[in-house]
Nanobody, 126 residues
Framework: QVPLVESGGGSVQAGGSLTLSCESPTYTPLCVGWFRQAPGKEREAVATIDMRESNSYYADSVKGRFIISRDNSKRVSLQMNTLKPEDAAIYYC??????????????????????WGQGTQVTVSS
């Protein structure tokens, strides 16, 4: 198993901002993704980044509000701005290095990813 360190979750009012971070101390990923799952809903991709070229994918629901960035070869941040109540969920970081950039940036539910963090709660109050 690959340990991942997630941080930055919390509670914020609608319109506020939070930044999540994901660090992979023992494993150098080529693809890092942030996914979320709200109660009663399927897990969905929020944003992914290919660590080779720093190209990224965003779900339509977060485009223009969230920014995923490569801090270094083992750490990624997700800046979340103008948060909405519908953004509330448990956010999970996932990493891998066994698939192509195209697969990394394809969205989906993250089934390709082998290594997952424990999740961090994001609560947005209206």
């Amino acid at each position: 198993q690959v340990p991942l360190v997630e941080s930055g979750g919390g509670s914020v009012q609608a319109g506020g901002s939070l930044t999540l971070s994901c660090e992979s101390p023992t494993y150098t990923p080529l693809c890092v993704g942030w996914f979320r799952q709200a109660p009663g809903k399927e897990r969905e991709a929020v944003a992914t980044i290919d660590m080779r070229e720093s190209n990224s994918y965003y779900a339509d629901s977060v485009k223009g509000r969230f920014i995923i960035s490569r801090d270094n070869s083992k750490r990624v941040s997700l800046q979340m701005n103008t948060l909405k109540p519908e953004d509330a969920a448990i956010y999970y970081c996932a990493v891998d290095r066994t698939f192509t950039e195209g697969a990394c940036l394809s969205g989906g539910s993250g089934q390709r990813f082998r290594f997952w963090g424990q999740g961090t709660q994001v609560t947005v109050s209206s």
